[in-house]
């Protein structure tokens, strides 16, 4: 295969994860000039070109190296894979999980349904638009299930007498509700992963998409992270300190009005609670103040 100069990567053309998708590459530094009915999109200031298309797609536009990098969910993937795995290998890795598109892949049944256990489903028509991954899971309990693949509305299955329970996405859990469903057992948890073709790419593209990776961690270090700036005595600052477990040393600046006081900037690692700011002002902090932090860079 011709080795490209630009990365091409495909994301759900629309559907819950296209928005979070794109402010990701918009957060990673890559704009995308978007036009509603166009699939494809040429990134102008960056070697990077968008594929948009159907999420159950994407695990098969990367496997093949059409695409170098995809955003799906790890339900979709899970399924591609046990699907190719029954043939070959797949030629996809999981570069990095992007903490969107968070929900489970569970067993449901009619509210009257009696759960006595996993055991208890044995033999169980399942209606589902995830056979393979249902077939991993009956192997793994030894539950003989029999999977009734269909592609949409799984919800309304059991009352069709199709099946007896359902496996189906859930992230409120109000679908299943309105269709008098419970849940039963979670078989997967899922959320939106970068993945990647195991095709070499161009060098110097390799190393643009090594900046890549390092932005993306740079954003969800950043997420977790919270500036926070006061006003303490020097003499508080050691116990100060310690209410906030930091990256590095603070930054203590003198103050033009205050020989005993100090202004002090830390970056904290955890989330910071008003109770911590109730600490703060015990251990004599004022004018507190915390701000996120957008980007970081070691
Ligand atoms: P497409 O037209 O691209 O095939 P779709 O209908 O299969 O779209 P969506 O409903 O947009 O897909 O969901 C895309 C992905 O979003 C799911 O595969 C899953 O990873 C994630 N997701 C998060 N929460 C939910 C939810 N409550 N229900 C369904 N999917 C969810
Ligand atoms: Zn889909």
């Known amino acids: ?26 957060s990673i530094g890559i704009n995308m000039q978007l036009s509603k009915s166009s699939l494809y999109c040429h990134s102008a200031n960056t070697p990077v070109d968008c594929l948009f298309v159907r999420d159950d797609d994407i695990p098969v536009l990367v496997n093949s190296g059409v695409c170098d990098l995809g955003i799906v969910g790890e ?6 894979s046990l699907a190719q795995n029954n043939k070959e290998q797949t030629n996809i890795v999981t570069e990095r999980t992007l903490g969107f598109g968070k929900c489970r892949l569970s067993l ?23 056979p393979n991954t249902i077939k991993d899971f009956s192997d793994q309990y030894n539950l003989s299930l029999r999977a009734l693949n269909i592609s949409g509305s799984v919800e309304i299955a059991p009352s069709l007498d199709m099946s007896d ?71 508080a600052l050691k116990e100060i300190a310690q209410l906030l477990p930091g990256h590095e040393e603070p930054t203590v600046i003198p103050l033009s009005h205050s020989d005993d006081k100090v202004a002090v900037h830390i970056v ?10 109730e600490q703060l002002k015990k251990a004599r902090a004022s004018s507190i103040l915390v701000l996120p932090i957008e980007k970081m860079l070691a």
Request: a positive charge; charged letters at 25%; aromatic letters at 8%.
């Open 75 to 80: 339900n979709v993937l899970k399924e591609f």
């Open 268 to 277: 904290t690692k955890e989330g910071v609670f008003w109770q911590t700011l």
């Open 165 to 235: 329970i359902i496996c189906d996405l859930v992230s409120t859990g109000r679908t299943l509700e309105e269709h008098n469903l419970k849940e039963l057992q979670v078989v997967l948890n899922s959320e939106a992963v970068l993945i990647k073709s195991t095709n070499v790419l161009d060098s110097e593209l390799q190393q643009f998409y090594q900046r890549l990776l390092d932005r993306i961690d740079g954003a969800n270090q950043a997420k977790e992270c919270k500036y926070v700036m006061f006003h303490a005595p020097k003499e």
């Open 108 to 130: 449901a049944a009619p509210n009257d349904f009696e759960f006595k256990g996993i055991q208890s489903l044995n033999g169980m028509r399942v209606a589902t638009s995830y």
């Open 1 to 26: 295969m011709q080795i490209r100069k630009r990365l091409r990567i495909a994301i759900q053309k629309k559907g819950r994860l296209n928005s979070d998708s794109l402010a990701l590459l918009k």
